[in-house]
Structure formats: structure tokens, C-alpha cells
């Protein structure tokens, strides 16, 4: 009974450590690893087993943004068991990546981790992060890549909470200003963000911001009232390569 209570407050308890095969995946890929339990100094059960894709999220709250953690996928592991003194159990998982996931690119982007939630009776419910990178797909890469031949630099990713993504929870917009020798000095930023498609089925949507500069009274009246900005919605098959892809966002974005 005394071993029993010692658990209930963290004394001996059953441990929990997950192993990744990397700490680095794709979006649209796979993450596969292990979970590693390590039974304490008292038999316990188990509840569950669940593991928790989660990243640093935007919510606006009384007119002011705060960062927020995000659990935008999750995958249960396990049913009830029961861990016995000593007992060491292996369980390997794979859990599919939303396309749609939030990328770890650009010099400001939102912190991801795995979590591991082991429900476990009478006892505190032991946890494991880990830090995970999450690069982007093909078609997002080569969208990428063709902004960067255009002379726009990324220069931060933030990541919201939205209802556009229901597959997530959270939409994340790039953000672009214009480099030195940049055709496009007419732009204050470009931003863009990939959407479901709204013709339903497979691939994606790219969704363009464009906001010009400044130069004139003309301009400065028009940034004032918010009217420069310009939407654009791209459908996208994912097999376009990045000159196909540097070419409509030329021209969208003169």
C-alpha cells in the first residue's frame, strides 16, 4: 500500500521515453519512432497510450496576440494495460503528416515538439517532449524556391489558429519583403499561405497577399486605408515545377 501510495505522487513511478527515428520529417510524410515504457517499483495500469504532434500557436485574445501550445495531430497508441515492476515494453508507431502541417523554415517560425501522454491510475501522468523539425513538401518547396529567385526573402512564418485548415486547427502565412535587387521594390511584403483546395480532393491552394510600398502620397493614402492589398488564390496539383511556379507568382506579384 505504501508503494502503491509512493507512485501516486511520482516516487517510483513508470516512465515513458519516446524514440524518434528523426527529429527531422516532411510534410505529407511519415513519423515513425518507438515509445519506450519503463515499468516503476509497483505494478500500474495504464489507461492509455497517446501521442500529440503540438506547436506554438497565435490567438488573439482582448485585441492582443498570445502564443499558445496547439495539439494539431494526435495518434492513440495504446489500449488499458497494465505495467508490471521492471517491466520494459517497446511500442513502434508511424503517424502520417498532414500536408498541411506547420514548417519549421524561415529565421522566425513556430517551436513543434512530440508529446507522449501516458495515462497511467494513481499515479501523475508522466510526459515526454521532443523537439521536431518539419520541413516542407515537394510543391511547398518549389513555391519556395521560385519566391527566392524572384528576390523575396522569407523572414517569419507565424502560425495561427484558424477554422480555413480544419485538418489542423492552426494556419501558418510566410511572410516575404523584397532583397536588394529585387524587381519587386514596389512591394512593402508579399505574403502567402497554403489553403485546402476549395475545388475539394487532392493538392493544395496558395493563397497570395500582395502589399505595395509606400512611394507617394498616392500609395500612402491607399496603405492607410488598407486598400493596396491584393488577394490571389492558386490551385495547385502538386507536380508544378518551380519555373511554372515562379512564373505565376511573377505575375501576380508586378
Not at 508503494?3 to 517510483?12: E, N, R, S, T
Not at 502560425?159 to 512591394?187: D, I, M, V, W, Y
Not at 493538392?203 to 491607399?222: E, M, N, V, W
Request: overall charge negative; aromatic content about 4%.
Amino acid at each position: 500500500m505504501f508503494d502503491k501510495l509512493m507512485a501516486a505522487v511520482g516516487i517510483g513511478n513508470a516512465r515513458v521515453d519516446t524514440m524518434l527515428d528523426s527529429d527531422t520529417a516532411e510534410a505529407g510524410g511519415v513519423l515513425k519512432g518507438e515509445i519506450h515504457i519503463h515499468g516503476g517499483e509497483v505494478s500500474q495500469d495504464l489507461d492509455a497510450l497517446v501521442l500529440d504532434l503540438a506547436s506554438e500557436a497565435i490567438k488573439e485574445v482582448d485585441d492582443k496576440k498570445v502564443h499558445l501550445p496547439h495539439s494539431w495531430a494526435t495518434l492513440r497508441l495504446s489500449e488499458a494495460m497494465t505495467i508490471e515492476p521492471g517491466e520494459h515494453r517497446t511500442l513502434p508507431f508511424e503517424l502520417p503528416l498532414p500536408l498541411l502541417s506547420p514548417l519549421s523554415v524561415g529565421r522566425q517560425h513556430p517551436k513543434t515538439w512530440v508529446a507522449t501522454r501516458a495515462d497511467i491510475a494513481m499515479a501523475l501522468d508522466p510526459r515526454d517532449k521532443d523537439p521536431l523539425r518539419i520541413l516542407p513538401g515537394p510543391v511547398q518547396r518549389a513555391v519556395f524556391e521560385a519566391m527566392e529567385q524572384l528576390g523575396l526573402a522569407m523572414i517569419s512564418a507565424p502560425l495561427e489558429l484558424s477554422r480555413k485548415n480544419p485538418a489542423t486547427g492552426c494556419l501558418q502565412e510566410f511572410e516575404f519583403k523584397p532583397t536588394a535587387g529585387s524587381h519587386f521594390k514596389h512591394l512593402d511584403e508579399a505574403e502567402i499561405a497554403f489553403l485546402p483546395p476549395s475545388r475539394g480532393g487532392e493538392g493544395l491552394d496558395l493563397l497570395i497577399q500582395r502589399d505595395t510600398r509606400a512611394t507617394g502620397l498616392g500609395s500612402l493614402l491607399s496603405e492607410m486605408a488598407g486598400t493596396d492589398e491584393r488577394f490571389t488564390r492558386l490551385p495547385l496539383e502538386g507536380n508544378e515545377t518551380t519555373e511554372t511556379l515562379r512564373q505565376k507568382l511573377e505575375s501576380v506579384l508586378t
